[in-house]
């Protein structure tokens, strides 16, 4: 059985893959891609398979078929609007649950945000209309996002009298400790020109019919990276959010680092093309 075989049934999502670009499509367009409890586990089962089957993950381009592993993820949605937040009956349900239950339907919620946040391929929102409470954390978690003039961002918990305290990490470490707290005490949406300004977004095209293009643009560029570096970068980055030791031992660590990584198939690969002025194997063809 080839490894891109049987991914997960889904109903609520929808998920594409093109050689090594995997893309999830949010397809509750009538309830403007609100996150049910559906939708969250099927986008848990879809991020988990797509991780597993990734060329960082598997330190490898391709499986013993020749099958591309993955390196990108894009998500978008289907419709006028990208994500909407909290399906409101979910949350109205939550008002008659247990703590325990909410607590559950929480660490449901959090698994979503971190299996996106720490997915190993390069990971890419596109954007447009409005990204509310959980549709702002779906777009914290990812490496680069494109969004059109018209999308408005919110952490919108506090208008319901709650806090975002589950994406709370995720758009803390997007944004920074003054501009997340204004943004929650605030609630209310903000433009793309702000969204761009503050770093919420990378890139601003003027409708949806741009995102496609703009989304070609920054994977192109991504797959003349090499793969496992693009995993490994998120390795790194989170030693250094959470390192308590002395500086003297980051710098060691950031050494042991570099020495994994040029002693790697990939490190070497990537100096011996440099060297014989050839482009590395995990170069696209069309780029050669």
Request: charged share 25%.
């Amino acid at each position: 059985m080839a490894i891109m075989d049987n991914p997960p049934t889904t109903r609520l999502i929808r998920l594409d893959i093109d050689g090594p670009r995997a893309t999830i499509t949010l397809a509750r367009s009538e309830k403007f891609n609100a996150l049910n409890a559906g939708m969250i586990q099927e986008l848990i089962d879809v991020l988990e398979w797509t991780a597993v089957r990734s060329a960082g993950r598997q330190d490898a381009l391709q499986d013993e078929n020749g099958t591309p592993y993955l390196r990108t993820l894009t998500i978008s949605g289907e419709g006028r609007h990208f994500c909407a937040g909290a399906d409101i009956n979910m949350m109205r349900d939550a008002g008659a649950n247990t703590p325990e239950e909410n607590r559950a339907d929480s660490k449901r919620l959090d698994r979503l945000f971190n299996g996106l946040w720490a997915h190993p391929c390069f990971t890419v929102a596109a954007a447009q209309g409005v990204a509310l409470g959980g549709g702002a954390g779906l777009i914290s978690c990812c490496d680069y996002v494109v969004g059109t003039t018209n999308l408005r961002i919110a952490l919108s918990e506090g208008k319901l009298g709650i806090l975002p305290a589950v994406i709370g990490p995720y758009v803390y470490r997007r944004l920074g400790s003054a501009t997340f707290r204004r943004l929650a005490m605030q609630a209310s949406r903000i433009q793309s020109d702000e969204a761009l300004r503050i770093g919420f977004i990378e890139r601003i095209v003027p409708d949806v019919d741009g995102l496609g293009a703009a989304v070609d643009a920054i994977i192109d560029e991504v797959l003349t990276t090499g793969p496992s570096a693009v995993t490994l970068a998120k390795e790194l980055t989170l030693g250094f959010d959470r390192w308590t030791d002395s500086d003297e031992a980051l710098r060691d660590w950031t050494l042991d680092f570099t020495s994994r990584m040029r002693g790697s198939n990939e490190g070497q690969e990537g100096l011996s093309s440099f060297l014989e002025k050839r482009p590395p194997n995990w170069k696209p063809d069309e780029e050669n």
